[in-house]
């Protein structure tokens, strides 16, 4: 039974849910208007109407059918299902279904009919259950502004039609030959009203229009003046990062301003900000990953390192485990063009991972480039064996992403490793007596 | 004495507000529109005034015997009871039960009457003092934001039917047959006006009516305004939390995309946050208990997580201020469907206890499942004692809330129960005894 | 020279700008009105501008001997005060003083003089001058946001005004038999206009009208629609404290909901943030001082624990550096009534000061109190000298505040001070002692 | 052929994009209004419309040559240039290009022509590309906020004009007797309508301007209530620093208040929060430099403290490698006026630099001033080597911007220049027996 049930992320569930938007979006339009306008072309209503029947009664099937989405699991049993839905939406989509138009077509119904009639309104709220619906579906794949903004926008549209019927019905009187003329007066009267413009060409003359109209001025006025206030704040929000990143900047620019910093260094930085915005909209990596739970973390930092740190000799030997804890603690820092990264003399204590950009090696006195190390590439994996001075100099070219890897980190993570640090031990003593050898040629030569 | 006070919180102080309650907005109601027609109704008004005055006298009564709360104290003591009361609402409670309207029926006062007439109005200000108390006791049993919407637009009807009484009384000759057509066209006139709509069918004619206008238009548009904009900010910001949460998905969200994360892991994340909204709307739990004073923090904890570790047979012998102390130092952390949680092989360091879902105890290579384990199990504890690789690989079945004890903590807290670090040591070292000899037969064999 | 300068604190100063004030507003309300009815009171007009023009003239007197502060110093100097005044306000206020009403209306001025009459407009941005000043300094005494709507408020009024005089001026048609009706008129149209109600019962006739009329509909209306926004947003945000307040309880209120934490605790927690509320605004007190410069933060720590720390005892022969050392290491702590904040048995290591509510000292089995301490009291200073067992269980009996000072804070500060070491490791033996004996006393009973 | 391309930065660059501006303004606003007045100046419309089609045409040609700027690099390469500009701009500036006016001038096109003719429309897209890019340039040296206000009036200014074409193309009823009168009645129509103001003199007549006035309406109201909701919260937000150094400050209040503080006391914080106000805009520099990265940290520290620390002579001898790390890890720290920065008898234990301000050295009975230090000097150099009690009390005598060098920190730094260490110590060695002698001296005596 399990295998069974419908898929709410699969193509035919998005194809279905459009064909049940349109069918509601086609009732919610023509129900009020038929009850204004009773005798619009009977025979076309009648045929739609039975469309939209068989496929609100379909739908109820269906939702019998479809599988629903729980704290990341997948509900797919039918027991489950079907309890789920009863206690969701069934109800509107039961109401909905009930054809009240063909039903009252049928019986002679004469002062009553009037009443029951208005019935026929209760099958509008399924558009509310396809819209929720969709926008539940969608929200995921659009930015959610947006998707707020267009739900709220057409939202205004049918208020705004619903109002029109309203005014219809209330003031038969509406200016305009034929229902269609009619119908545009009764909406541009609303639109005057409810955007607050009110032109005052049109106004209420009897005691139930006056009463109609305050209740229009109070709700639809707000309506108008709401849907505003949330557009423009969700303008204002759509690029939260944007927002947090010029906060930032203008944060550093005013110190830097009443600090009185060299105009080269103000540019510098300002650099700085532009090339961090364009790479990664001013996130931090640190900061972003610590958000992570620990596995999560460790996967996504293992996509980001794995393959330059197997390039390196010295792990050649080391484990999978191994390797994995280096990963999770090197450190992402930033270089900008000509900032020295390593400098000839120092006494070195971090190996470098280059992610993004490119160095120069340069000899100490800087006249001669050794070499030109780019993305993928590593240096100073000496510093983490001996505590000896750099032997060249490292300049960065460009804007640069690398990954620091200090000594004590790896020291760290080697003692959880009992047999791996023994060959690095080993190591370690070669490498130092090598160097021994090279300090005493260089003293005889 | 003492216990003879009303508890604000009691079922009847509740039922006494909503009795007061309308009352006073019967009188904010009627009073304006008694001075604008004074012939309505004499005899009804007459017999709704005097149950009213009654009411507010026993209000004044009840006030006297009113507890109130102080700094987490609830003060009972009928003399500082009596003394908040004066110094509070005692002025606009004893204003407001002095009946002018059946005492100026039974004065005669020609010229002078219309003067003093206008005094009942202080009545009105009851109801400003009747919001506020209810406002006050609702406030913790409803959203703030809401609550506060609701009154903004009582507020905004009652001044529009109290502009509209001014009018009706600026203005003789509003259109209308009755006193209730006048009214309703008046009612109309300011919707029309402090909505901004201004169909501009009805306009000052006379001076004191501009000036009038004036007013209005600039106090009423203002207000409607602020309404407005308030209402459109309460919606923006109703659902901090949701707020909050999409920003930080959003941030992790375009680091991923930034960084070029293989849509597979970006999918993990997401559901990752999904689940972390469904069952927490975000909030970390070390986050919100850190911000609780020990104390409670403490209380929130021990009810978390005491029944699972009363079952842990290594804690049989600890006293309840260890396993109190252990509880306050566990570390949650939440593990997505397939994460592996321990690796066979690895150096094992915590211990963990399963707060929700189901993990797996599998065979080293993964082909054979030892057991599952649920809510309420937990699993190495071994850890806690020996440093030896783990002999079993666990993987989370679905999501799963787990709290880790690091050994590390463990031990620490250890050293502050003398007694009990005794027993663990020598359970210890009979459990070295043990592995020895495992691994003894494991090579013989 | 220097003690001659006025301080822009004194109450002569503050006096003098209400006078200054009240005459640039009478400027700025009497010069568009006279340009608009030229003959209006001659003789009275006359009189005001020759007082006015005195009031400006000594205003500039006055700021030539006016003190200003900058960067927390008071300026003295003359020169640098006249050298501030001319490159600030000394050009506008020259501009104000020069009374170019009484100069024209000694000159037989025939077509020019229309517009030179226009230059006393000049006059009224000594208002914008003085409101600036005043603005500055009322800044510190008031709550700024409330201060920014009165000023808001203050010139949309005067706006209007201006916009008054200027449609009177291009319309000499307005309705009104006098000046005063006119104006009236003209200010009903305004005030319509800009708040975008938009009457329609007085609409621009002639081309010039037209064109002003859409000048002040994009202007006004805006102006009116940035008020209107501002003042909202001023009114969400006049309360920060309780903003921040609400989201930090509704988050904690999120997560107990979430995590089904029994009632009960739910309660207690809310009751804490509702004291933390009612007696700090939410605010706790190491954030705050943390965000002081170390001299300040220990003002305010002495300030508020001086007089406590020199009761205890075990203090009295140590430094007033020691002292001050430990009140700046004093770490808050908040308990709800009931909470135990010492128990009998458990191994001590903290002691504590109270500095508001009161705590009971009761018998290990709580059946007897042995003592209730309150405010200014202090217990458990034995921890600071031996790990010794409580010897009594201390509640607190409502919201407590009290200071905790941990053992290896006292130890950490006690080593920079040699001499008073001694004089604690000589208490701390004698007291072992002591206590060894009371224990063999025991085993002796 | 890379030293050919057009610097984006140039003055060139920005003497033509004002070229282009200005012609792209004048297409917007006269080829609407050429469709509605078709015989409007035909001559002088030629003559203006062929020196536009030319500098549109060299506006392609400029593209092709100009650098852009990529992640911090400017590209100069040629061929990336065209590739860049072809998927970007081109489409828009080639369509911009075409004279359809011209070209449409010389054909015989009868009933076509009219729909033809409002191809022309498209040249109205190059003022969007021209007002981004100009916007892409200047953001960087104007205050972003006030840059985006200025745009939003500026197209809400041409979406106004482009409405009143419209309104006169649907309307040729317009009130006026020659053209100029009949845009400006059509501009006033507009503008009242999108302002909500809604006069109602002139209304829709027909069901075409019904229709057009329906969507102008929605479309034309939302986008002003857009813009006014946008600059308010642009108002509010222009000055991020302001609000939340208020916010900063109000909490410091709140809490002195509820804590009952000396008045003096919280005179003297507001006095320090509004020197930090002044002077840095209430930013601290640990926080600023910290978000900045090492290398850029490195270089504005150096900036600040480079000339200072070259002066001590403690330093002479240190390599420009030390002096550096010592530069990195100064601490900032702020004294109001009177405040204690080092009290004679207290034992010392780091080294003051003065970067602001000016403090004196007192005797310890602070009878006598020894000296007064200013910005760029220096004291309590003694405090790095020996731990022995200061020898003078020094005093804040305004607010004073001071670096700290703690003895632990420069301890620290020292073990990683061995060289320099031995020299420290040998110093060391040497003023502790200088200290002796002192000390015997002052026994002797």
């Known amino acids: ?87 969701h939406w069934f109800l509107i989509d039961i109401l909905a ?28 709220l399924k558009l509310i259950r396809v819209i929720k619906t969709i926008q539940g579906e969608v929200s995921q794949r659009m930015n959610p502004a947006i998707l707020r903004m267009i739900v709220l926008l057409f939202w205004f549209l049918m208020v705004a ?8 019905a209330i003031n038969p009187n509406v200016a305009g030959n034929n229902e269609g003329d009619k119908y545009l007066y009764a909406f541009y009267w609303t639109i005057t009203t409810i955007t607050t413009i009110g032109y005052g060409d049109i106004t209420p003359q009897t005691r139930g229009q006056v009463l109609f109209v305050i209740i229009i001025e109070i709700l639809g006025a707000a309506m108008y003046g709401l849907l505003i206030g949330n557009i423009a704040n969700l303008i204002v929000n759509i690029d939260v990062a944007k927002n947090q990143f010029k906060e930032r900047l203008e944060r550093v620019n005013t110190f830097l301003k009443y600090r009185r910093i060299p105009h080269k260094v103000q540019r510098k930085i ?32 293992l996509y980001l390192n794995m393959d330059i740190i197997k390039k390196v000799p010295l792990f050649k030997e080391a484990s999978k485990e191994f390797i994995r804890d280096i990963i999770v603690n090197l450190l992402p820092v930033v270089y900008s063009p000509d900032d020295y990264i390593v400098k000839a003399g120092e006494l070195g204590a ?46 960065a070219l460009e804007y640069c992403d690398l990954y620091r890897l200090p000594k004590d980190v790896f020291t760290q993570v080697l003692q959880r490793y009992p047999d791996f640090e023994q060959t690095i031990l080993q190591l370690t003593k070669e490498r130092e007596e090598a160097n021994k050898m090279i300090k005493k040629k260089g003293k005889k030569t």
């Open 1 to 87: 039974m399990r295998t069974m049930t419908i898929n709410p992320d699969s193509k035919f569930s998005a194809s279905w849910d459009l064909i049940v938007f349109i069918s509601s979006l086609y009732v919610a339009i023509t129900v009020p208007l038929s009850l204004v306008f009773p005798n619009l072309n009977p025979i076309i209503t009648m045929i739609a109407d039975s469309i939209v029947t068989i496929i609100f009664g379909l739908d109820i099937l269906y939702n019998l059918n479809l599988s629903f989405q729980v704290e990341g699991k997948l509900v797919k049993d039918r027991k489950l299902i079907v309890n789920h839905y009863l206690r």
């Open 350 to 395: 971090d190996m470098f991972f280059i992610s993004k950009g490119s160095v120069q090696v340069l000899s100490p006195n800087e006249q001669m480039v050794y070499a030109t190390l780019t993305q993928g590439q590593f240096f100073g994996e000496m510093a983490l064996l001996l505590s000896v001075p750099r032997t060249a100099t490292i300049k």
């Open 97 to 124: 279904f009930i054809p009240f138009g063909l039903i009252l077509k049928g019986l002679p119904l004469f002062q009553l009919g009037r009443i029951i009639k208005v019935l026929r309104v209760v099958r509008v």
């Open 161 to 168: 039609h619903f109002i029109s019927c309203a005014w219809l």
């Open 270 to 301: 300002n650099d700085y900000y532009q090339y961090l915005w364009e790479t990664r909209r001013g996130y931090e990596e640190t900061q972003v990953l610590n958000d992570l739970p620990e596995p999560l973390k460790m996967e996504v930092s």
